[in-house]
């Protein structure tokens, strides 16, 4: 058994979309992807007042992978054109396989835009293998009693387990493609050891707090990139501390991406474009 090494860290800068202040740690200058995982925006936390207008994300198509969104705070209504519907609050997830494409939206509730509150996101783009690219679209929502939690280090550390296994405990998810995620909470003084495979990519984003990690202290918000040259993380909290670290095998595929739509090839991009415009995908309205 050995540490992984770092390889980066990366410190996203703020940038606002509509009502919410967004960090995209991934993609980012000098990394494109860590095969499979595409994308990173961490939303807020942002407080929206009463009355307001809710999330700013109204319908668009997907194509060619899997989205995942973590609600820290506040909720997310989805909607979307194969006929999935719900709206998950503080705690919960919700993991949309795109596949051959559709259409969705995430908005807030009636509830949320009256009254206002806390937000905060985090929304997380895998990637899928070209064999699983034209499967059928599907959604799973998750509220916060539903996904199992493990207890570490005495009641310092408690990881909620998305897909995947922890000590025994199994995610409620079952990813098209082997992805693991898990939301690790640490209190000041916490510690746990994570195995990973060697040959798997590594994804840790600090929200928020101070850990060390691989021997290097680093604070949220931050993306730890990792060579893939040990199968242990050592991980110990300076402060109250939050982090998303998930794990999955390389696709190792040629990735052609076009805004919402995640593919293989340019000619595979402008069929889905096509697809999309002559509602193909099927349509959605708010």
Known sequence: MSQRTIRTVIKPQ???????????????????QLDPFLLLHHHGPT??????????FGPHPHRGFETVTFIYEGDVRHRDSSGFSSTIRTGGVQWMTTGRGLVHSESSSEEFREKGGPVELIQLWTNLPARFKGVDPHYVG????????????????????????????????QPVYDVELANVTML?????????EASRTVLFYLLNGS??????????????????????????????????????????????????????TEQEIRQAVMDYQSGRMGTLTD
Request: aromatic share 4%; proline share 8%; net charge negative.
């Open 47 to 56: 407080t929206f007042p009463a009355h307001n207008s809710g999330l700013p």
């Open 211 to 264: 850990v060390i990690v691989s021997e290097r202290e680093v604070t949220g918000r931050t993306l730890v990139v990792f060579q893939n040259d040990g199968d242990e993380l050592h991980v110990r909290a300076t402060s109250d501390s939050r982090i998303l670290l998930g794990s999955a095998e390389p696709i190792n595929e040629p990735v052609v991406s076009y805004g919402p739509f995640v593919m293989n």
């Open 142 to 173: 998750l509220q916060k009693d539903e996904i199992p939690s493990v207890t570490l280090d005495g009641g310092n550390v408690t990881v909620a387990v998305t897909s995947g296994v922890w000590n025994e405990t199994t995610g409620p998810v």
């Open 14 to 32: 703020a940038q606002k979309l509509g009502p919410l202040t967004m960090h995209q740690p991934l993609p980012a200058n000098g990394l494109d």
């Open 188 to 196: 000041e003084g916490g510690s746990f050891i994570r195995r990973i």
